[in-house]
Nanobody, 122 residues
Framework: QVQLVESGGGLVQAGGSLRLSCATS???????LGWFRQAPGKEREFVSA????????YSADSVKGRFTISRDNAKSAVWLQMNALKPEDTAVYYC????????????????WGQGTQVTVSS
């Protein structure tokens, strides 16, 4: 069973930066790793994902140019560097793993972390 644990969330002013980390355990060979977020009263939404070798990374239009995803399989970890944060980025951020072909739908990601809160003040 794959387990994922996020860290790095917190409170930051608009325009600031945070770096989220996700440590994985168990077998994740070949898995795509990604980040989702969910704000109060809203659907859980796709943020970014990265392929096994890191050659392909995908981000939602809402975060392109501001967020960068990366991974290091030797460390079994994935990160989300978030820059130029906006109040609308406030949400619980979840690390997730997809063991097979996926879309941006949360249901395509089989394993999930517990979430880490990101709050951006104006």
């Amino acid at each position: 069973q794959v387990q994922l644990v996020e860290s790095g969330g917190g409170l930051v002013q608009a325009g600031g930066s945070l770096r989220l980390s996700c440590a994985t355990s168990g077998r994740t060979f070949g898995y795509t790793l990604g980040w989702f977020r969910q704000a109060p009263g809203k659907e859980r939404e796709f943020v970014s994902a990265i392929s096994w070798r890191g050659a392909n990374a995908y981000s939602a239009d809402s975060v392109k140019g501001r967020f960068t995803i990366s991974r290091d399989n030797a460390k079994s970890a994935v990160w989300l560097q978030m820059n130029a944060l906006k109040p609308e980025d406030t949400a619980v951020y979840y690390c997730a793993a997809a063991p097979r072909p996926w879309t941006a739908a949360p249901s395509d990601f089989k394993y999930w972390g517990q979430g880490t809160q990101v709050t951006v003040s104006s």
